[in-house]
Structures are given as C-alpha cells and as structure tokens.
C-alpha cells in the first residue's frame, strides 16, 4: 500500500477475475497507486486467482463475498460474457465499479448492468483507457478547439495480434461475444464520441475469416463505418491482421480531416525498438505516460470522491449497441440505423 500524498485514507480495491489479458496490468498498477490499497484477487479459478496474486504479495480469495466485505471498488477483468452477473454480485454489495470492455457481449445485458447500477446506488466506469492517452488527449483538443476547422471525416485503425495468444477465450464465439469486431471497435467508437460529442446514427460493416483462417468460429477482419449525427463520417479497421511475431499486442491510430486541416496520432508511437535472438525476435516496450495508469487513478478518484467517473456506464453500453448494429449490419449487407 502507498500512502496518499494528502494523507487519507486509501481506497480499498478488488480485483475480480484475473482471466482478462489486462489483468496483470491492473494489478501490478494497484498495488503501487498512491491513495490505494489492492486488497486482493478473486477468480473462479483459484489457482489463476494465486498466480495472479502472488507477484504482488496480495491476497487470493476464494470467496467473492469475503473480498467485497472489505472493499470500496473493484476492477472487474473476467472474460466478456461474465461481466453481467459479477457487476450484479459486486453491485448487491454497494461495490463501485470499473468494468472492463466491452461491457456486455449483448445489448440487452449492457443496459442491465447499467440498470443494475442505478439501482444499487454504486457508481459504473467502463475501461477505455484510450481517453488518457497523450496522443488521443491532443487530438480531442485539436477538434474541440475549431483547430482543424469543422470536422468531416475520422479513419481509425485498431488492429493487432490473434488475442488467442494471450487467453483462449477471446476466439470463443459465446464468452467473447463475437471475433475481431467485438474486440476491437469498441475502443475507437468510444473515443470518436467522445471528441465528436456526437452519437452515431448509421453503421455499415462488412467482415470475413480471410486472415488466420483457422478461426472459423469468429470474423477476424473487419471495417466498420458509421455516420454520426453531427454530419462527421468515420471508418474504424478492427482486424486481428498482425503475425504472431509482431512485436505488440496491437496498435491504435487515427487520422482526423476538418475544412481547415487535418490531425494524425500514433497511440502507441512512444516506444523503443529492441532487437533479441533469434527466439525473442524484436520488441517494443513503451515510454512516457501510462493511459492504463491514468484510468486508474481516475477510477480511484472517483471511489473516493462518489462522483460520476470521466468514463461512465453509458458510455460501455454505446459503445456494444454501435459493435451489435455492426454485426446487424454485417448479417443484413446493408446500413443499420440507431437511435
């Protein structure tokens, strides 16, 4: 436990589900937060729940309810499908919520954990750690401030490795609710709300099984392309297209055009590039500000004061109703409208 720097008390945390491939991540950043105190982990499993507890020292707990009797909050970071009925358990107990995304796998079972939210009186951030991103943040500025004049057209690309390298379930039709689309759009969706201040109203997508074929359960290529009620027009490549050699996990990048310019940010750009054996291949650990960081402390923050966090609720559930009227889309071959 760190000690905050103004001297309150720290915010009690939980982690619950160790399955998701951000897990490490999260853990590893809780227990060294300033203001936090990582309580400890629960999953299902209970030898994932120890080995994801035991680099950091905390607690692996076998009983859900013994972990949320001493908490505030907890970052949920189970297999997409799960999310539901843990936001429903962690809820019942008055728990404040970080969940991570997609939300739901559903439309339907979004807008339950957001109800379920309501209800309980506990406060619901979606994890979209793309908003605290440098580049993402100066690019919002960008837009907002009539830099590039009035916006027209936002090109999104967010693509990467097969995730079935990081967790099986990721190609799992049922626990992740679909393939490359489900995975992949939800982040640029959100972020391209969030610096249009705009909802979208139409989705076409179109997608196929052409890359890593051995996945016939799940689409792996895609492009989603929305319009939004402002007028602006975007596209989004979520396709799992890079080789399993490829030094990252993935990438995110945009390219914004306005009538009196344009902006393109690299998400992941700050990074070295460092040359192993011929077994290790080329990595590129990252430099500079931690996004994953940042949400977190927000989260934090957010527990502390009872407020509504930078990242909420509605905004997971608008990101899964635009992947379901992309899925919709796909099956129809035609344009889908929302709202």
Request: charged share 20%.
């Given at each position: 436990?760190?000690?905050?720097?103004?001297?309150?008390?720290?915010?009690?945390?939980?982690?619950?589900?160790?399955?998701?491939?951000h897990a490490p991540t999260y853990i590893s950043l809780l227990a060294s937060m300033p203001g936090a105190h990582?309580?400890?982990?629960?999953?299902?499993?209970?030898?994932?729940?120890?080995?994801?507890?035991?680099?950091?020292?905390?607690?692996?707990?076998?009983?859900?309810?013994?972990?949320?009797?001493?908490?505030?909050?907890?970052?949920?970071?189970?297999?997409?499908?799960?999310?539901?009925?843990?936001?429903?358990?962690?809820?019942?107990?008055?728990?404040?919520?970080?969940?991570?995304?997609?939300?739901?796998?559903?439309?339907?079972?979004?807008?339950?954990?957001?109800?379920?939210?309501?209800?309980?009186?506990?406060?619901?951030?979606?994890?979209?750690?793309?908003?605290?991103?440098?580049?993402?943040?100066?690019?919002?500025?960008?837009?907002?401030?009539?830099?590039?004049?009035?916006?027209?057209?936002?090109?999104?690309?967010?693509?990467?490795?097969?995730?079935?390298?990081?967790?099986?379930?990721?190609?799992?039709?049922?626990?992740?609710?679909?393939?490359?689309?489900?995975?992949?759009?939800?982040?640029?969706?959100?972020?391209?709300?969030?610096?249009?201040?705009?909802?979208?109203?139409e989705v076409y997508a179109v997608a196929n099984r052409i890359l890593q074929e051995r996945f016939a359960g799940v689409e792996t290529g895609g492009l989603v392309s929305m319009r939004f009620a402002s007028g602006v027009?975007?596209?989004?490549?979520?396709?799992?297209?890079?080789?399993?050699?490829?030094?990252?996990?993935?990438?995110?990048?945009?390219?914004?055009?306005?009538?009196?310019?344009?902006?393109?940010?690299?998400?992941?750009?700050?990074?070295?590039?460092?040359?192993?054996?011929?077994?290790?291949?080329?990595?590129?650990?990252?430099?500079?500000?931690?996004?994953?960081?940042?949400?977190?402390?927000?989260?934090?923050?957010?527990?502390?004061?009872?407020?509504?966090?930078?990242?909420?609720?509605?905004?997971?559930?608008?990101?899964?109703?635009?992947?379901?009227?992309?899925?919709?889309?796909?099956?129809?071959?035609?344009?889908?409208?929302?709202?």
């Amino acid at each position: 436990m760190v000690v905050d720097p103004e001297g309150r008390a720290p915010v009690r945390i939980g982690v619950l589900s160790a399955e998701h491939v951000h897990a490490p991540t999260y853990i590893s950043l809780l227990a060294s937060m300033p203001g936090a105190h990582l309580v400890g982990v629960w999953d299902d499993d209970r030898q994932r729940a120890a080995a994801a507890a035991e680099p950091v020292a905390t607690r692996a707990f076998d009983a859900i309810e013994a972990l949320l009797e001493r908490v505030d909050g907890v970052v949920i970071a189970s297999a997409n499908s799960r999310h539901l009925r843990l936001v429903e358990i962690a809820a019942g107990a008055g728990v404040h919520i970080l969940c991570e995304k997609p939300l739901a796998t559903t439309v339907e079972d979004a807008r339950a954990i957001v109800d379920a939210c309501a209800r309980a009186g506990v406060r619901l951030m979606t994890a979209f750690p793309t908003r605290w991103n440098p580049a993402a943040r100066a690019l919002e500025s960008a837009v907002r401030s009539g830099a590039l004049g009035t916006p027209v057209f936002l090109e999104g690309v967010n693509t990467g490795t097969m995730p079935d390298i990081h967790a099986a379930w990721f190609v799992d039709p049922v626990l992740a609710g679909g393939g490359a689309v489900t995975d992949h759009v939800v982040h640029l969706a959100d972020l391209f709300r969030w610096i249009l201040r705009s909802e979208v109203v139409e989705v076409y997508a179109v997608a196929n099984r052409i890359l890593q074929e051995r996945f016939a359960g799940v689409e792996t290529g895609g492009l989603v392309s929305m319009r939004f009620a402002s007028g602006v027009s975007a596209t989004i490549d979520c396709s799992w297209s890079k080789p399993r050699s490829y030094p990252t996990w993935g990438g995110l990048s945009v390219q914004a055009v306005g009538t009196g310019g344009a902006f393109g940010i690299d998400a992941f750009r700050q990074r070295l590039a460092v040359y192993g054996t011929r077994e290790t291949g080329i990595s590129w650990p990252t430099w500079g500000p931690d996004a994953d960081r940042e949400m977190l402390a927000e989260f934090v923050s957010m527990v502390r004061d009872d407020r509504e966090p930078a990242v909420t609720g509605v905004d997971g559930l608008r990101a899964v109703e635009i992947v379901d009227a992309a899925y919709r889309s796909i099956a129809a071959s035609a344009p889908v409208s929302l709202g």
